[in-house]
């Protein structure tokens, strides 16, 4: 059943999810980015957002952009959870295809990841892509089924399922070491 708010109480509602989703999504995402995009303003717009303080998720729905410094998450669906301190715990967002970019380093190419499902869990550094998961650096490129990246020891691992005549698909481009004149 649908239930109609007022329109004071939805602005009362919005102000305070729009509070509280920046508090929650401030913490994750630089883990994965610049070390300077925590401490930039989150913007998180979609087409729906609501806060649920007794299972502790924020979910938005719709056309969902976070943006954060140089990282930026488009999806259809973001669920976050965290714990009874406000600390997220994991982020699932899903997509066709959900999509994550960020700048790593400064100076380099920006990582561009897509997939089904891009899941992140902020205090184990670890992202996992799932269905059709990509991410791209450069001319350096991995696809398969499952893309998992731990942020913190800058290792990614592809996997693709037995059996089921899939594969992982890695393609990287040399540097070009030669001295110019």
Not at 78 to 92: D, E, G, P, Q, W
Not at 118 to 135: D, K, M, R, S
């Amino acid at each position: 059943m649908i239930q109609r708010l007022n329109p004071l109480t939805l602005m009362r509602m919005k102000r305070q999810q729009g509070i509280s989703l920046f508090l929650l999504f401030i913490l994750s995402l630089p883990c994965y980015a610049l070390p300077s995009d925590s401490q930039k303003p989150l913007l998180v717009t979609s087409d729906y957002s609501s806060l649920n303080y007794q299972d502790n998720t924020a979910t938005n729905i719709g056309h969902v952009i976070m943006q954060q410094g140089s990282s930026k998450l488009t999806a259809d669906k973001v669920i976050t959870y965290y714990n009874s301190h406000h600390k997220i715990i994991k982020i699932i967002s899903y997509g066709h295809p959900a999509r994550y970019q960020t700048q790593v380093q400064l100076n380099t190419p920006i990582l561009y990841t897509s997939g089904e499902t891009i899941t992140f869990y902020p205090t184990q550094n670890l992202a996992i892509l799932e269905g059709n998961a990509t991410a791209r650096r450069g001319h350096n490129f991995m696809q398969a089924k499952q893309i998992s990246y731990n942020t913190k020891e800058k290792i990614m691992l592809s996997s693709a399922e037995l059996g089921d005549n899939s594969y992982a698909r890695i393609t990287v481009t040399p540097q070009n070491n030669a001295s110019t004149p």
